[in-house]
């Protein structure tokens, strides 16, 4: 199973929106409304941002947003703040029993 | 306060066999499905085993099918991963992680701090 593509890096300034995209296939993203992102601190584990594509956990502020469309989906950060410079990763559901992850994106703050 | 803490990483060598652990506490262990995901130095996440709140199912990602075996003792809200066969690749962070409660395949909701697992002659 291929892994889901996301851009390497992404940037920008406090208080601008910054999006993050997540390309699969109709095989998982398409097909399936399971995609999550989480966000990671270097030498910290993963925390869950977004879960079924847009729903937030308690705690995680809202500025943190999700969608989808076709086989891409999307997390939003808006309002930009120095303490989100961190890894993004997005997962997705692929179908028979099997779950796969984007390559990361790296999200820095100016 | 939810917590998962992992165990019994360390460094071994190629070909031999590891048991990991992850201890639960904070929550009813046994209403919730777990899986195994791993991270690689410097490298992205991989998901790579899940086990139904009960046992009756588990999955492994095809880098693993074969080789590596989940399970879990819900009276003491313990899950296990068994590692054989270990090889260079299999060298991570292995965390385990919660499903959300609102299906198994919608995401991990809560992570341990994870334990490294060293393969090297």
């Known amino acids: 199973q291929s892994a889901l593509t996301q851009p390497p890096s992404a940037s920008g300034s406090p208080g601008q929106s910054v999006t993050i995209s997540c390309t699969g296939t109709?095989?998982?993203?398409?097909?399936?409304?399971?995609v999550s992102w989480y966000q990671q601190i270097p030498g910290t584990a993963p925390k869950l941002m977004i879960y079924?594509?847009?729903k937030r956990p308690s705690g995680v502020p809202d500025r943190f947003s999700g969608s989808k469309s076709g086989n891409t989906a999307s997390l939003t950060v808006s309002g930009l703040q120095a303490e989100d410079e961190a890894d993004y990763y997005c997962?997705?559901?692929?179908?028979?029993?099997?779950?796969?992850f984007g390559g990361g994106t790296k999200l820095t703050v100016l | 306060q939810m917590h998962l803490v992992e165990s019994g990483g360390g460094v071994v060598q190629p070909g031999t066999s590891l048991r990991l652990s992850c201890a639960a506490s904070?929550?009813?262990?046994?209403?919730?499905?777990m899986h195994w995901v791993r991270q690689a130095p410097g490298k992205g996440l991989e998901w790579v085993a899940v086990?139904?709140?009960?046992?009756?199912?588990?999955y492994y990602a095809d880098s693993v099918k074969g080789r590596f075996t989940t399970s879990r003792d819900n009276s003491k809200k313990i899950l296990f991963l068994q590692l054989n066969s270990l090889r260079a690749e299999d060298t991570a962070v292995y965390y385990c992680?919660?499903?959300?409660?609102?299906?198994?395949?919608?995401?991990?909701?809560?992570w341990g701090q994870g334990t490294l697992v060293t393969v090297s002659s």
């Open positions: 079924e594509v847009t």
């Open positions: 086990i139904w709140h009960d046992g009756s199912n588990k």
């Open positions: 997962n997705s559901y692929a179908g028979r029993n099997n779950l796969v």
């Open positions: 109709s095989d998982d993203v398409g097909s399936f409304n399971y």
């Open positions: 992680a919660r499903d959300p409660g609102e299906g198994i395949w919608n995401g991990f909701s809560h």
């Open positions: 904070g929550f009813t262990f046994d209403n919730y499905g």
